[in-house]
């Protein structure tokens, strides 16, 4: 089975552009997660989703961060307008449905370095 | 609101040391806890996990014993090795329908030879 897919791997921006993070869960999971983190620093949640909904984005900045979970297709975190502030590892992570399997842990991708110029 | 605490790093332990690392939470109900591990440059692992009061994860060596009188779920190993180095974070998920993922602040250990 594979796990959580994310890509790019690397993924380099200058100031202005927009940046496009991908993530397809493990396979029947429904429930995605977004964390940014910083170098020697924590994770920092972002934004839960489910399919076509979000069900908690308090710790997503309101301008310029958007995130989705189309019923098809990965979901997607988007960043508009990129600043240097920006710079860091961006990781998804998803588990089954909390009902199903509330004792499951969140299985995490190998995240996007995001950087900068 | 969920939380969880974590003991500050780094830590510092010669190889063959005992190890703790300290994790206490604040949740409503019978939340799951979990211990995820990172290695320099790669996501997070799951290392252990308990679901119900006084159960045991275990795994590599490490283990950590769900103490809901404590709210406490401190992880330990009796040896460490060099390749233990990394950063571990504690977390918990509420046992309400919807209920996200808590991470502590992360621990980072060093093992020196």
């Known amino acids: 089975n594979a796990g959580v897919m994310q890509n790019p791997r690397h993924l380099v921006r200058r100031r202005g552009q927009e940046a496009r993070l991908r993530c397809s869960p493990v396979?029947?999971?429904?429930?995605v997660y977004w964390y940014r983190q910083l170098p020697e620093e924590g994770l920092k949640f972002m934004v839960y989703?489910?399919?076509?909904?979000?069900?908690?984005e308090s710790g997503m900045p309101k301008e310029r961060f958007s995130a989705e979970f189309p019923k098809e297709g990965p979901s997607i975190l988007r960043i508009q307008q990129v600043v240097r502030g920006d710079s860091a590892a961006y990781f998804c992570?998803?588990?089954?449905?909390?009902?199903?399997?509330?004792?499951?842990?969140?299985?995490f991708g190998d995240g996007t370095r995001l950087s900068i110029l | 609101g969920n939380s969880v605490t974590q003991m500050e790093g780094p830590v510092t332990l010669s190889e063959e040391a005992f190890l703790t690392i300290n994790c206490t939470y604040t949740?409503?109900?019978?939340?799951?806890l979990f211990w995820y591990v990172q290695y320099p440059g790669e996501g997070l692992q799951l290392l252990l996990k308990?679901?119900?009061?006084?159960d045991k994860g275990s795994n590599k060596g490490f283990e950590a014993t769900y103490r809901k009188e404590t709210t406490s779920f401190h992880l330990e190993k009796g040896s460490v090795q060099v390749s233990d180095s990394a950063v571990y974070f504690c977390?918990?998920?509420?046992?309400?329908?919807?209920?996200?993922?808590?991470f502590g602040p992360g621990t980072r250990l060093s093992v020196l030879p």
């Open positions: 992570a998803s588990s089954p449905p909390s009902r199903q399997g509330k004792n499951q842990p969140q299985h």
């Open positions: 396979k029947g999971h429904s429930h």
């Open positions: 989703l489910q399919k076509e909904n979000i069900i908690d």
């Open positions: 949740a409503t109900g019978y939340p799951s």
């Open positions: 308990a679901t119900k009061a006084d």
């Open positions: 977390a918990l998920r509420g046992d309400n329908y919807g209920q996200n993922f808590v």
